[in-house]
């Protein structure tokens, strides 16, 4: 029996107004929050993200005005307002804000707290990986690989890769038995020459 193909993810490529909205700890989260579990509340967001409800429903507020929250009031009752991510899949490219240098370090504020939640996320995995089945402890891992490619080729590959997981995404079907919510990182970095970066290549090199 064939599932009914998934609609394409809504997708928002962030400008300078909306980054530097996001660029907070708790917006983050309620961004995410909301495009993994479904539209909330803010006492139900709160409630989830140890937090009150009053500074969840400033900060659903703060990302409505910027477009990357809206009100949900087909679910509201009476005083009851429920809000949904306006988006599945947030993109930027760091040049993006290179003439903005609050938006460029809101931006770095961001990918630094990607990979702070990265390190948390692999922690708790580590703390309780003995309690998943075999199979799924062999599903799950990480790995690496070494290449030498120019910088377009890189994007070639990353947008490649990235084109792969949304192909698996749109033929998910959460109601096979033993389907469960994994989480993907896509992450590219300069190769590690001893323990430093490997020095780039100066303006006159690049292309």
Do not use: C
């Not at 967001?45 to 400033?58: D, F, K, V």
């Amino acid at each position: 029996m064939e599932h009914e193909k998934k609609p394409p993810p809504r997708k928002v490529r962030i400008d300078h107004r909306q980054v530097r909205v996001l660029a907070h700890p708790i917006r983050m989260r309620v961004v995410g929050a909301l495009r993994v579990n479904g539209p909330s509340t803010a006492t139900a967001l709160a409630e989830l993200l140890a937090t009150n409800t009053g500074a969840t429903s400033y900060h659903l507020r703060q990302l409505a005005e910027v477009g990357l929250v809206v009100e949900d009031p087909s679910l509201g009752t009476g005083r009851q307002r429920f809000w949904r991510a306006a988006h599945d899949v947030t993109s930027w490219e760091p040049s993006d804000f290179d003439d903005d240098p609050d938006a460029r370090a809101a931006i770095e504020w961001i990918e630094d707290d990607q990979f702070r939640y990265l390190t948390q996320h692999a922690e708790q995995w580590f703390a309780h990986r003995h309690e998943w089945s075999p199979q799924w402890r062999d599903a799950f891992g990480m790995g690496d690989a070494f290449l030498t490619l120019p910088a377009d080729r890189l994007v070639a590959l990353r947008e490649e890769m990235w084109q792969v997981l949304m192909r698996y995404r749109d033929e998910s079907d959460p109601a096979v038995p033993g389907a469960e919510q994994v989480q993907i990182y896509l992450t590219t970095l300069p190769m590690l020459n001893g323990s430093r970066l490997a020095v780039p290549p100066s303006a006159e090199e690049q292309p």
